[in-house]
């Protein structure tokens, strides 16, 4: 049974990673953590929170970590996500409360406790794992795998022409990741889903109208780009109707960026490359410095600087099966949760 650490900032994207680990049957949440970043950490352990309780997953430690980027303020993204991070959906007050704990002893307690089973999952700035491995540096020996969503290589930056989000904010905290895992065995590297691979995970209304289908909801699931922004789904599916009114947001969003009325998203593919999928190893540094580049991550395939690599960059994806499973996945859950 795979048992994950998270570390979310849930995030329309996030919540779909989420609701699609929910669904698979043996996965186990060992804590999901929230580190600020598409909302401020307080909004993120709240959707969270709330998300899980929506999936039957109620009672899941969730904990909030940092608050603020290592070194330069926060900024949150209400013009990608939505107000409280979750597009046009209003998620219900979850009745559970994040851990009096802190998001970062949490991580090294349970990696302490089970050295070699958990597999890190993270979908947000690096800053609560930066954190973490300041603390314990054996953390990376201590986690069986890690997955990050973060950085674009050959592929041009959603934040700046060359950064991606998560890395841009909070760019001094990744640059300390990669470099805590110089010299480390390749078994041990992150696999780090960038833009290159996640933009080819195009969703699309056709995918919520099958999910809705799935899910056995009583009427047809229509998002059309003819619609008015911003209309509510009146589906009768509770789960189907958040997810919903949370996709239309990021539709709309990347319509309004000449992407198509589609959402790029990211962070269910790194839910996915968390059970397969592999990599390719590559030494990664981050630009902290130049105000033009802040954020930009630079991936070395060629041994050009000398050094070992500290991550494996995941090169190939397949979207067509990828949905296929968050269809049948989440539209099972669905059905059961009404
Ligand atoms: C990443 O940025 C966030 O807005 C998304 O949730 C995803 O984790 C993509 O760049
Ligand atoms: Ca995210």
């Not at 070194?71 to 107000?83: A, K, M, R, V």
């Not at 590297?189 to 833009?195: A, D, E, K």
Request: aromatic share 6%.
């Amino acid at each position: 049974m795979p048992a994950y650490l998270l570390d979310v900032d849930t995030g329309i994207d996030d919540a779909l990673a989420l609701a699609y680990l929910a669904a698979l049957p043996d996965t186990e949440f060992v804590a999901v953590t929230a580190t600020p970043g598409n909302v401020d950490a307080d909004q993120v352990a709240r959707n969270t929170l709330a998300l899980l309780e929506l999936c039957g997953r109620p009672g899941v430690q969730v904990a909030v970590g940092a608050r603020k980027p290592l070194s330069i303020p926060l900024i949150t993204t209400p013009e990608t996500h939505g107000p409280q991070g979750i597009g046009y959906a209003v998620l219900p007050e979850p009745s559970g409360q994040p851990s009096r704990q802190n998001a970062v002893d949490l991580w090294i307690e349970h990696a302490r406790a089970r050295p070699g089973e958990l597999t890190a999952l993270i979908t947000a700035p690096l800053t609560n794992f930066a954190l973490a491995l300041r603390q314990e540096p054996a953390l990376p020996d201590l986690l069986a795998k890690v997955v990050i969503m973060g950085g674009a290589f050959y592929h041009q930056g959603n934040t700046t022409p060359t950064a991606e989000w998560n890395t841009h904010v909070d760019p001094h905290a990744a640059k300390e990741v990669y470099a805590a895992y110089r010299g480390r065995s390749l078994e041990k590297l992150p696999i780090v889903c960038s833009l290159d691979t996640t933009e080819r995970m195009e969703m699309h209304p056709a995918h919520v109208k099958a999910l809705a289908r799935a899910a056995g909801a009583a009427v047809p699931e229509l998002v059309l780009p003819e619609d008015p922004e911003g209309r509510r789904s009146t589906s009768d599916n509770t789960l189907i109707r958040h997810l919903s009114d949370a996709l239309r947001f990021y539709f709309e969003f990347h319509r309004l960026y000449d992407q198509g009325y589609l959402a790029h998203v990211h962070d269910f593919f790194a839910a996915g490359v968390a059970l397969e999928y592999a990599a390719r190893p590559a030494t990664v540094d981050v630009e902290t410095e130049s105000a033009l580049l802040m954020g930009t991550t630079v991936a070395d395939f060629r041994g050009l600087w000398g050094a070992p690599p500290n991550a494996r960059i995941v090169s190939a994806n397949n979207p067509e099966q990828a949905f296929g499973e968050l269809v049948s996945a989440v539209g099972r859950l669905a059905r059961k949760t009404g």
